[in-house]
């Protein structure tokens, strides 16, 4: 959906947000961030549908402002309808159960009508049902019961029953934005005030991802303060709200590509996250790196920085001024043609590389290629044989070049190293540059090189191929997309993406092979099993 933003000062007009999907609000206390939201929800029209966990589990003591499609709307016309039975609840919370139930009471009754007249009616599946199924994924050892007429919860292993009035805030919280957001018109603009409130960090992410998959036809506008929440959102587009001129009624902000991208002001004014960060290679915009990388690390607030260079160097900036800001800071590049020593050294400066050449072949991993065709209902073996197959055929053509690729790494390495020595006059450099040829031998390490190279293809050692294979029309000439029932590379990236916002079973799987080829897990440790 395309979205028009509020003025901007010094310009006739808003920018306008085409086809957003998560819009993120942020801003410092007092930058006018408040009013910027109420004039955006205004200019949406109808469209708006406006939700909060603070305002709904603690209603204020004068009436709420009520607006058409809102959770209070349709409580009151569900009172109006049924007068011989009034409810008298107060807070958004309470209005939004009662209104479950009633919509649960009226599918009943209906199917009901159906069964007596002998027509033929599915068992209807009600919003409730949605809302219970998911609260349950969150809290997997808490149960929602359904008896004369109430919610009742209880948790696993316990006999006690108990209303909403002892669930903790949190859980009250996650109740209220599963079913309200179902209650919102199609294609609604969603505005979420403060998402992270009474929500533990644990949760954020999943929580969040869960929701967004419940509305997909919709716009989710987070208002937060969050730096972590604000980087969690994958597909989002951030507005930093700078300050506002209340006389012209305009905003001075801007409209970042994602909070990722935030400047080092920003991303120091907004700094109250208390994961550690990883910096990453790539921009949100063109390269799949953060995006991936979120959802594999959970537990780090991702920075894309562009160059490998500048990821090292950041990591080694961060951790330099840790007296200043406590935050612990890694960073991952690609291995592309680096040997042993190289991957060592950087290691040894907590920087991560995968052991694959480059984040396109960590998508070719097996456990990866094997998790989406499982998720595609294909056969996993069949699949990953195919694709494998390919791929070794591809480098099998191309050995020649990739040797020559790797061989001038490795010579520009040596000679940079060698020129960084110390000389008494430029005669010495001279004869040392002169005697630079024989010494490095680039003939003899091109032709050690595709001899390992028609190694690996002999023995048809996929691994050893990733690990060495730079080659970005990998997922195209693999034809994996395909092979898992897929139109397109993007469709399989995309689909990756979406298994690892779950924390199934291929979610785990997609984790866990990732993880081993960056050495952070037992390769002989598989995830536990469990339903898809």
């Known amino acids: 959906m395309d979205l028009l933003l509020p003025n901007k000062i010094n310009s006739e007009k808003g920018e306008i947000l085409r086809e957003a999907r998560q819009v993120t609000i942020i801003g410092a206390n007092g930058a006018g961030k408040t009013r910027f939201v109420n004039k ?34 349709r409580f009151d016309k569900l009172n109006q309808n049924m007068q011989q039975v009034v409810n008298t609840a107060k807070s958004e919370f309470d209005k939004l159960t009662y209104v479950m139930m009633i919509d ?153 590509q994602s909070s990722s991208n935030l400047s080092d002001s920003l991303y120091i004014d907004l700094l109250g996250t208390r994961k550690p960060v990883l910096f990453v290679e790539g921009d949100e915009e063109h390269s799949i790196d953060s995006r991936l990388y979120a959802l594999v690390f959970p537990e780090y607030t991702i920075k894309p920085l562009g160059s490998c260079n500048k990821v090292i160097e950041s990591v080694r900036s961060f951790n330099g001024l840790e007296a200043l800001h406590h935050l612990d800071s890694w960073g991952i590049v690609d291995r592309d043609r680096r040997d042993e020593k190289e991957v060592e050294y950087l290691r040894k400066k907590k920087i991560l590389v995968p052991d694959v050449a480059e984040i396109e072949n960590i998508l070719m991993l097996e456990g990866v290629i094997r998790a989406v065709a499982r998720h595609r209902h294909k056969n996993e073996h069949d699949v990953f044989a195919s694709a494998s197959r390919a791929v070794i055929k591809n480098f099998d053509n191309e050995i020649k070049q990739q040797a020559l690729q790797h061989t001038r ?74 092979l898992c029932g897929l139109k397109s590379r993007e469709d399989y990236i995309r689909t990756v993406l979406k298994i690892l916002k779950g924390n199934g079973r ?27």
């Open 104 to 256: 649960e009471f009226r599918s009943l009754m209906n199917f009901k009508a159906h069964q007596l007249m002998r027509e033929e009616m599915e068992f209807p599946k009600t919003k409730l049902d949605k809302v219970v199924k998911m609260w349950q994924e969150v809290f997997p050892k808490n149960k929602i019961l359904r008896e004369n007429g109430k919610l009742l919860f209880t948790t696993e292993g316990q006999t006690d029953k108990y209303s909403s009035l002892r669930l903790s805030d949190g859980e009250k919280a996650v109740l209220y934005y599963l079913g309200a957001v179902l209650y919102a018109m199609e294609d609604a603009v969603i505005f979420v005030d403060d998402p992270e409130t009474f929500i533990h960090p644990s949760i954020m992410q999943t929580l969040w991802n869960v929701i967004e998959e419940m509305r997909p036809d919709c716009t989710f506008v987070y208002s937060t303060h969050d730096v972590d929440f604000a980087n969690s959102r994958i597909d989002n587009k951030c507005i930093w709200v700078k300050g506002f001129n209340p006389e012209q009624i305009t905003w001075d902000y801007e409209v970042l």
């Open 506 to 532: 291929d979610a785990k799987a997609i984790r866990h092979a990732i993880k081993v080829c960056f050495g952070l897990e037992n390769p002989e440790k598989q995830p536990v099993a469990e339903e898809a």
């Open 40 to 73: 955006l929800v205004e200019q949406c029209g109808e469209q708006a549908f406006r939700i909060s966990a603070l305002r709904a589990l603690f209603p204020v003591e004068h009436e709420e402002q009520k607006y058409k499609g809102s959770i209070s709307e």
């Open 409 to 482: 790494h490795r010579v520009k390495h040596d000679v940079e190293m060698r020129v960084d020595m110390k000389f008494r006059n430029i005669s010495a450099l001279e004869d040392h540059m002169i005697d630079l040829v024989n010494e490095i031998n680039p003939r003899g390490i091109y032709e050690l090189l595709c001899r390992e190279f028609h190694v690996y293809v002999q023995k048809r050692d996929y691994a050893k191929v990733l690990k060495v294979y730079n080659q970005k029309l990998m997922l195209n000439q693999s034809g994996v997309a395909g």
